[in-house]
């Protein structure tokens, strides 16, 4: 019988990184929309944001929906991290 050893080190690091990869991408993602979006009504933002936010297989909730918009429609950063 053979033995499985787990590294917890090392699946905290990979996972880590894992999160680190996705916050960039969701970042850049976020940026471009921001640049094409800001100075938009809320409303509208919130709409197109929806739309990419369930197209990536996210979900979104209307409050986070209504604040992203806001910092978008206002030319505010709004910045991912992991």
Do not use: C
């Amino acid at each position: 019988m053979s033995t499985l050893e787990f590294n917890e080190d090392g699946f905290k690091r990979a996972a880590h990184a894992a999160a680190q990869a996705k916050a960039k991408e969701m970042q850049r993602q976020m940026d471009q929309f921001a640049r094409q979006y800001k100075g938009r009504p809320v409303a509208v933002i919130k709409s197109a944001l929806r739309r990419v936010w369930e197209r990536d297989g996210r979900t979104i909730t209307d409050p986070e929906l209504t604040e992203y918009a806001t910092y978008i429609s206002e030319g505010r950063a709004i910045k991912f991290t992991a």
